[in-house]
Structures are given as C-alpha cells and as structure tokens.
C-alpha cells in the first residue's frame, strides 16, 4: 500500500537537490510530481514521465548534514529510473 509523505519544505528541497544529483546521470527524468513510501524502505518518486526508487538509507545519507553519495551510489539510484507515461 502506498502511503503519502508529506514533507516539509527543506526535507522536499533536499530530495530535489537529490533529484539534481541524479539527473546529472540521467538528463531524461521528468518533473516532480510526488513521493510516496512504497515500503519502509522504500521511497517512490512519481515524475512526469516516469518512476524513480530510492532507499530511505541513501536519502538519509543524502541528507546528513556531511553524507555525500559516490558518484556509484548516484548511478544506482539512475538506473532505478523507470520511464512509463501510465504513471
């Protein structure tokens, strides 16, 4: 079952730095739309054009104050990407 996550501003603006991140491997993901965790672990980013998964762990890493992903950790969570136009 999939559960909104209702964020705060700085906790969506630090998943949208994520996204940056991200798209710097990967040019063709689509706009934010919303995010939801799939399971306790698992975060699902719904974009325009697609899905990305994330890791609750690689987010929070992300989002320690000195948590910096590799650039292996980045194409990970690239090539999670999914691309459907049904989303």
Known sequence: MLISNYHNDSEKVRLFNLLAEIRKLRTDLGGYIEHFYFNEETIIIK???????IQEAFLEKHLSENGELSEN?????ADSFTNSTII
């Open 47 to 53: 974009l325009t054009n697609g899905i990305l998964k």
């Open 73 to 77: 950790e980045i194409k990970h969570l």
